[in-house]
């Protein structure tokens, strides 16, 4: 289909944090730490700390404590270790997202749990437990192979980052890339066209390549309930649906070849079903997001020159910034 008219503007810190780390761990360490001053990097952001621990200073009254490496400490049960509050008002006067780094097994480095409040808030915490919210939805839990990036592995690596943020703030996506393939997948979500009912129309997801294989693909969102969200207090999971016919989508039924009377590659818009018990039904739309072809490779730009409006990540596609995207 011919480029389509983005609904946003967008703002991007992409191609970054291509290097590696004297140790495994200290790799995980800085990808979070870019992701955390990238979202309150934007100009007009709508991204702030509402509070933070470092295994030893903690408090929800504004403080950032993840300052540098040694601020990020995994541990389990009752061990000190380290969580952040961030706050984003384009999805919600107090909309939270909260990430607490513990695991399940050692080491730990590749799990976190991730949870949402979507108006009330966190409140407590403390090196040795994580603050709670009335009304949170779990984004990840920390069992084993729970990756947030890419799980098992030891072994050092040169990942890149890529952080797009609308200028309203509704929409957030992260790309971690290593060795060829998009695998951590953070996004944070307005819903359009929704019921009138649906008063707080967000979805979010933080997944990776783990044991449960989440990352860009059709299969982790078109045929998996991945995707999060809240309605009253009913937590439900969603799914993102595409075009359709026979067994597959138009992207994987057709992806050899672009369509043969104009040579232009699917862009399939996104759309929003929920199979959770009082929300079943479709939802919504997403917004700048859309389904391509599971043949072409990691990385392609569209359209076929060198202004690279869009970047394919695994089967999806985002608006891009005209450079040229590392995938490594």
Not at 39 to 44: I, N, P, Q, T, V
Not at 193 to 218: C, E, Q
Not at 266 to 277: I, L
Request: hydrophobic share 35%.
């Amino acid at each position: 289909m011919p480029a389509p008219t983005l609904v946003k503007t967008w703002q991007h810190n992409v191609n970054q944090f291509s290097k590696t780390e004297p140790s495994y761990g200290d790799n995980y360490r800085d990808i979070l730490l870019f992701i955390k001053d990238a979202l309150l990097g934007f100009s007009g952001t709508s991204w702030s700390v509402v509070g933070s621990c470092d295994k030893t200073n903690y408090n929800l009254t504004g403080s950032d404590f993840w300052t540098g490496r040694t601020a990020l400490t995994w541990a389990t049960g009752t061990t000190a270790k380290s969580w952040i509050v961030l706050k984003n008002t384009g999805l919600g006067a107090n909309w939270q997202l909260l990430l607490y780094l513990t695991g399940a097994s050692s080491p730990y480095y590749w799990q976190l749990l991730a949870y949402v409040s979507p108006s009330a808030g966190f409140t407590g915490g403390t090196p040795a437990a994580r603050p709670t919210a009335t009304d949170e939805v779990q984004l990840r839990d920390a069992g084993s192979g729970a990756g947030w990036y890419a799980g098992y592995t030891t072994a050092l690596f040169s990942p890149v980052v890529h952080v797009m943020r609308s200028t309203d703030g509704k929409c957030t996506r992260v790309a971690i890339c290593y060795n060829g393939t998009s695998y951590g997948c953070w996004m944070f979500e307005e819903m359009v066209n929704v019921p009138a009912a649906l008063t707080t129309p967000w979805l979010a997801v933080i997944n990776s390549y783990s044991d449960d294989n989440g990352y860009w693909r059709y299969l982790d969102y078109n045929d998996t309930a991945q995707f999060k969200g809240r309605y009253g207090t009913t937590n439900y999971t969603a799914f993102l649906t595409s075009d359709f016919y026979g067994s597959a989508a138009v992207g994987q039924n057709l992806s050899l070849l672009p369509q043969e009377l104009t040579n232009e590659w699917p862009f399939s818009p996104m759309g929003v079903v929920s199979e959770t018990t009082g929300v079943r039904g479709r939802i919504g739309t997403l917004v700048d997001i859309w389904w391509g072809s599971s043949y072409l490779q990691e990385g392609v730009t569209y359209p076929n020159d060198d202004s690279r409006q869009f970047v394919q990540f695994g089967n999806i596609i985002l608006p891009w910034n005209g450079s040229v995207p590392r995938i490594r």
